[in-house]
């Protein structure tokens, strides 16, 4: 593991509470080892050498609790944001336990967005924090279809051990559910995909589904995905059919978006699935205003 340096790792969000109601931002790794063939991350402005390579932020813990300290408000706090909290290093580092160990002794909530199953270890901390301030968490499923989740998130987990994820956390008292973003335009935009999804997020008792019908694509990554497109699906033009359709454009929606979104939200619905922003933002803080009248 290489550390690098780092001045401070908690930060305030540049529109706090707009992204499922996150405070701030907090990062110890830099770089993912999931390999995402789509991950924006790779995106040139963000500067990251060797993405796939991943470091950890140096004396991490010791700067995120000084961080903490100085805080005027409480609030909560959300990682995984440019990388996996839960990459392979983790296991034996715990960098992120410990961190989730320093805002729970802080009054802090927190928001975790990961693909990987390691986050189950910490189940402990996390109903922890919930016993005092709001805690989400978010595990990424953009396919229910574990072999094409094996050519398009190489290094992550099974799609069906993410599910299996969502189930153990939502079994010990945690409001989880699946972030299902990005689907793929021509890979994953299919109603068969979508409502695959919806499915086995009931059968895990998933609280919310937040989808995006589309992805993002910017200088650097966009390259890295065209390329990745040519190795891992052959003979199919999937980066000359990107070309084609988005050109150099950052947004670039699924051409399925709008019946997507249609038969996603009825089977929601149906479902009692939460999938709107506010919605989901008002069910994992609701109860907490009151008891933590310090909380924003």
């Known amino acids: 593991m290489e550390y690098i340096p780092a001045k401070t790792i908690v930060t305030r969000t540049k529109a706090s509470g707009s992204w499922f109601g996150i405070d701030y931002n907090m990062n110890i790794y830099r770089g993912c080892c999931h390999g ?29 609790r000084d961080d903490l300290r100085r805080k005027v408000r409480q609030g909560v706090v959300g990682t995984g944001a440019m990388s996996d909290p839960y990459n392979p290093f983790e296991e034996e580092l715990e960098l992120t336990r410990h961190a989730l160990e320093l805002l729970e002794a802080y009054g802090f909530g927190a928001a975790i967005a990961t693909k990987s ?21 978010k595990v990424t499923v953009t396919t229910c279809d574990d072999s094409l989740a094996a050519k398009v998130e190489p290094g992550a987990p099974p ?6 994820t969502v189930a153990r956390l939502r079994q010990a008292g945690l409001f989880a559910g699946i972030l299902l973003m990005p689907v793929l335009p021509f890979l994953e935009d299919t109603e068969e995909n979508v409502l695959g999804i919806v499915r086995e997020a009931k ?20 390259e890295w995905y065209y390329r990745e497109l040519e190795t891992r699906f052959p003979g199919q033009g999937l980066a000359q059919t990107y070309a084609r359709r988005y050109g150099r454009r950052y947004e670039c929606a699924s051409p399925r978006a709008a019946k997507l979104w249609e038969r996603f939200s009825a089977a929601c619905d149906r479902e009692g699935i939460l999938y709107r922003m506010q919605e989901i933002t008002r069910g994992y803080r609701t109860g907490y205003e009151d008891a933590q009248l310090r909380f924003p």
């Open 36 to 64: 995402c063939i789509y991950c924006d991350s790779r995106s040139g402005c963000y500067q990251i050498e060797e993405f796939d390579r991943v470091r950890a932020k140096q004396d991490a813990l010791r700067i995120i």
């Open 159 to 164: 799609s069906s051990r993410r599910f299996d």
């Open 117 to 137: 199953s390691l986050i189950e270890r910490d189940i402990d901390i996390l109903k922890g924090i919930a016993s005092q301030a709001p805690v989400l968490c």
């Open 203 to 222: 059968r895990a008792g998933a609280r919310f589904i937040y989808p995006a019908f589309g992805m993002t694509m910017r200088d650097g990554q966009r």
